[in-house]
């Protein structure tokens, strides 16, 4: 086995991406950073929580309502192309964003720039796979790759800081603009490997509910939908509440957050870390579930009593926890359609993730106001058990890639039948099993 396949950093196209992400990610963070210093700078001190949380809420508004949309639109161009098209559109809104004095004016700029990253993000994803075609290989870069979104959470506001020494904090949206350069270059960079969406196939439309069609008919597909929104209701009051916790709990909202959030990353660094193993022996089924749970276990322990070092050991199990269940996704999709498919089921699986969020991160802020915090965590861990014991109802036990069916309706000569041999006059074959025009339905297949 070359090193290529073992170690997703010997590839020359995964470093090049690898560093565009990091760059988009830091460009993003930077961007937020910067959204905050906008929302205070027009509202004030009393208006400018208010503001930002109506931005937040035009993120995810244009996460899920866009992704699809866009793959369709994008389908049967040149993935490099689009995606440094993108970039160049992002750089170029966050120019004025510097400029903006009223609500409406970022609200706007912000809207679409959402929309465009909600363009980029599902097709960066789909290129992986094709770069690194080895199951194993891929399961470490969705490593590198949850990594990256660890750190960029903790390097953002200090790179953010260091920037605000040097420009005024309007012009921190000019600094995420030189970040969004250097995925530009990463990307030209990057040798693309020929993209399976040949061309487009069918009306606007019909391409963009393609994905979710695919999504909803594999049973391991609902089980990662169920599971993300599990997972994002008890996650949720991690994100929202841990100020709250440093504050009420502990003591000093300055000093502590940072150490909780922190804890926090730290953890999830080391859930990432232990996946590819995790899954090697035990696949992604039981290593979800197991996640999953444990974010419960972890939910539930908010109710020990309470000290300094009990709550950093907590954000530790939060964080393990939740990259137990994330980390896997995108092997999940890779493995769930053929490479022409994937950007759509993509765009949906990042549709549907930022819909669970959009719910869990107001009924997290609205339960620990209304019945106090740790009652609030009790209430959202039973949710979330409740729907990782749903996840585990529809997402089979025994889910191999490989399934035996029959195509009782296809002519022996059939290209589909030549290029995987079948027996009997119903056309019995087995072969990794997809959703698509041949394969619509999961019924009537069983595991080779």
Known sequence: ??????????????????????????????????????????????????????????????????????????????????????????????????????????AALALVFFAVSAGFTPLFQSVIPDVL????????????????????????????????????PAFLFWVAALAFGGSLAALGLTRFPPDPRSRRNGPFLARARRGLSIYRRTPRLRGLFVLNLALSLSMAWVLVNSVVVASARLGDAERFLPILM????????????????????????????AGALAHVVAGLCILL???????????????????LVLTPGGLMIARSARAADRPALFAVQFSLSHAGWLLAYPLAGFLAARVGLETALVILSGLTLGLTALAAR????????????????????????????????THRHAHAFHIDDLHPDWAGSRPA
């Open 1 to 106: 086995m070359t090193a290529t396949r073992t170690r997703p950093l010997a590839s020359p196209a995964f470093r090049t991406l690898f560093a565009a992400q990091v760059c988009s990610l830091l460009a993003i963070g930077l961007m937020t950073v910067g959204l905050s210093l906008a929302a205070y700078r027009i509202g004030g001190a009393a208006a400018a929580g208010p503001i930002l949380g109506f931005l937040l809420a035009v993120k995810m508004v244009a996460y899920v309502g866009v992704a699809p949309l866009a793959e369709a639109l994008f389908a049967g161009r040149s993935r490099k192309r689009v995606m440094m098209g993108l970039d160049v559109a992002r750089m170029g809104l966050l120019l004025p964003m510097a400029f903006a004095t009223q609500v409406w004016q970022i």
């Open 133 to 168: 075609d080895d199951e194993a290989t891929y399961a470490r870069a969705l490593v590198w790759s949850r990594l990256a979104y660890t750190l960029e959470s903790v390097l953002s506001p200090v790179v953010a800081a260091i920037a605000l020494q040097l420009v005024t």
């Open 262 to 289: 922190a804890a926090y990353g730290a953890g999830a660094v080391l859930g990432a870390l232990a996946v590819p193993p995790l899954l090697a022996r035990a696949g992604e089924r039981p290593v979800m579930l």
């Open 305 to 323: 009593p309470g000290e300094p070092m009990g709550y950093l050991a907590l954000w530790v199990a939060f964080g393990i926890a939740a990259s």
């Open 394 to 425: 529809i997402w089979p036990a025994t889910d191999p890639l490989r399934r035996e069916h029959e195509h009782p309706d296809l002519p022996g000569g059939h290209s589909h039948l030549v290029d995987t041999p079948a027996d009997g006059p």
